[in-house]
């Protein structure tokens, strides 16, 4: 079985201290940080679309301005809480060596606000188009 | 059903999406990260289409309307089409990855290339030809 043996190339080996686990660095390219971050830097702009959207929204399409300005807001906040535990489970995970816990349901979460958000905004520049 | 049952002891969680994870085994978690932060990039970049769609006509910007409503369609038909294949993208490079396949070519790339240097022809035209 050689693909065992290179699931975890290069991932750094648990210590034998066990005080020692928890700030080890789990990779030496620092791949769990950088996706960490990555996640926090795309949920910080869904959240801060849809706090921005409140603002431009209600005076285009009105109430459903409003209801999309909020539940892209909550939405967002949504999806930061879930990316925290996951960054937390990809930690774990990879400090136990097992497989990483899965991404799929979490990621087409995302896919899904970022569409909503690109149907939201087709909306409001078709009304921003027609008042004029 | 079936293929939960018959999955190999590797991965005994059934995982969504399941023709992600059917077969293969489970890659290096460092190309799984990488192909996490893509997609997440993708994300992103759709993010800052819709947005530049909305500014053009939003900020009413010194346009020629046509040319410049017509840019801000195409811009938010790139980000409409984004999310969805950036998902199709990041599962069938999992896949590719669990199978020793190797990596899909990306269909996003080209789309996105010319869709953004049509925008920016008619958003330089626009302004040329003026309001």
Known sequence: MSRSGRRNGGLAQPPSDPGKLRGMILDAGLQPERTE????????????????????LP????????AAGVGGTIAGVTLAVLAARRAAGVASSLRASRPLPPAGALLAGV?????????????????IVAGR | ?????????????PRFPAWVHRDGSEPDPRFSLANERTFLAWIRTCLALLASGVALEALALPLEPRLRLTASVLLLVLAL?????????????????RRGDPLPASTLTAALAVGLLVVAALVLVGLLVGS
């Open chain 2, 1 to 13: 059903m079936e293929s939960q049952q018959h999955a190999p002891p590797v991965d005994p969680r």
């Open chain 1, 59 to 66: 005076p285009v399409i009105g109430a459903w301005g409003v």
């Open chain 2, 81 to 97: 089409l984004v999310p969805p294949l950036a998902w199709v993208h990041w599962g069938r490079t999992e896949r590719a990855m």
């Open chain 1, 111 to 127: 896919a899904l606000v970022a569409f909503l958000g690109a149907v939201v905004a087709a909306f409001a520049v078709a009304a």
């Open chain 1, 37 to 56: 971050l990555a996640w926090r830097r795309t949920v910080l702009a869904l959240t801060l679309g849809g706090i921005v959207s409140l603002r431009i």
